[in-house]
């Protein structure tokens, strides 16, 4: 079956710009994280979303949002973006907490 | 953010020896614990997981060992590949939330 899949791959915005990034979970998986990983502060967790609610989230400001959609499907948002916004943006699915949660490819976002 | 990974700590072994990963987490109440592997330029895929209710597990190739007394967990392979070089997280998953939390992540490099 279909691993976690990412869109887009790569990504190059300007500060002050907003940016989506879209996450297709794995068909049956429910649960969605995303993640930010950078060299300097490793992997961090943003936040968690089940059946389109919002259910843990990370110690990061306001500007970063997400959402669930009916079908599992997930979106975040950055907006007003700043240089160190850099990274690489992952995406993991599973099927309840306490599983294994699998990560897709990640977004590179790069901001100028 | 929550996660520290300021130091990237490398372990190198021959190919056919055993390499032992370690990693130290930080929640007494984490009840689950998974190890991924990460490729240079992929997302981390998921190895093994252990739950706290356990002390060792074992996989194709790989162990897994538990000791919540210290908070300490270690991954094991056994006759290590050079496709098993990749930088390697350990992740627990804080109880009653489904955030999980990643380790700084180690880096193994394996030489012919």
């Known amino acids: 079956k279909a691993g976690v899949t990412q869109t887009p791959r790569y990504l190059i915005k300007t500060r002050g710009q907003q940016v989506t990034l879209s996450c297709s979970p794995i068909?049956?998986?429910?649960?969605v994280s995303w993640y930010q990983q950078t060299p300097g502060q490793g992997l961090q967790f943003l936040f968690e979303?089940?059946?389109?609610?919002?259910?843990n989230k990370g110690n990061f400001p306001g500007r970063f949002s997400g959402r669930q959609f009916s079908n599992s499907r997930s979106e975040m948002n950055v907006s007003t973006l700043e240089l160190g916004d850099s990274a690489l943006y992952l995406c993991?699915?599973?099927?309840?907490?306490?599983?294994?949660?699998?990560f897709g490819q990640g977004t590179r976002l790069t901001v100028v | 953010g929550e996660n520290v990974g300021l130091h990237l700590p490398t372990l190198s072994v021959q190919e056919g020896d055993n390499s032992i990963i370690n990693c130290a987490y930080s929640?007494?109440?984490?009840?689950?614990f998974i190890w991924y592997k990460q490729e240079s330029g992929k997302g981390p895929q998921f190895i093994i997981d252990?739950?706290?209710?356990?002390d060792k597990r074992q996989g194709q190739r790989v162990t897994v060992l538990l000791n919540k007394t210290v908070k300490h967990l270690s991954l094991q392979i056994a006759a290590t590949q050079p496709g098993d070089s990749a930088v390697y997280f350990c992740?627990?998953?804080?109880?009653?939330?489904?955030?999980?939390?990643f380790g700084t992540g180690t880096r193994l490099q394996v030489f012919p």
């Open positions: 068909s049956g998986h429910r649960s």
């Open positions: 993991a699915s599973s099927l309840a907490r306490d599983r294994e949660a699998f």
């Open positions: 252990i739950r706290s209710n356990m």
């Open positions: 979303y089940f059946s389109e609610t919002q259910r």
């Open positions: 992740a627990e998953l804080l109880h009653n939330t489904d955030k999980l939390i």
């Open positions: 929640n007494s109440a984490s009840d689950y």
